[in-house]
């Protein structure tokens, strides 16, 4: 996937993702939640962006089908062409975090 065409959009609005009905569709569930797992982390840290289309994937860990490995893809191609893209926040100097305890 080093050398793939990027895409717009992380995940095609046009695919219909769904359970698998039948199991000659089945995949190898570990890859794809090792898939999964490594872009949880990626969205909690720098890419909300992509939040919607991971949780949505996220639903097919237990047997994903080949189209929810495709849909995986897609999110693989949206990634570099968005290198560009990150959170910016100019008031970053000016923030203090504070914490309150109650031993209650």
């Not at 047997?63 to 100019?90: C, E, I, M, W």
Request: with cysteine; hydrophobic share 35%.
């Amino acid at each position: 996937m080093q050398d793939c065409n990027p895409v717009p959009t992380p995940i095609n609005s046009n695919h219909k993702l769904k359970a698998i009905e039948t199991e000659d569709m089945a995949t190898d569930a570990m890859a794809y939640q090792q898939i999964i797992g490594s872009w949880m982390c990626l969205v909690t840290g720098t890419r909300p962006d992509l939040s919607y289309t991971i949780t949505h994937l996220s639903q097919f860990n237990l047997s994903p089908s080949t189209l929810q490995v495709a849909a995986a893809k897609q999110v693989l191609r949206y990634l570099p062409g968005t290198n560009d893209r990150y959170l910016f926040h100019p008031w970053n100097n000016q923030l203090k975090m504070t914490a309150d305890m109650d031993a209650s």
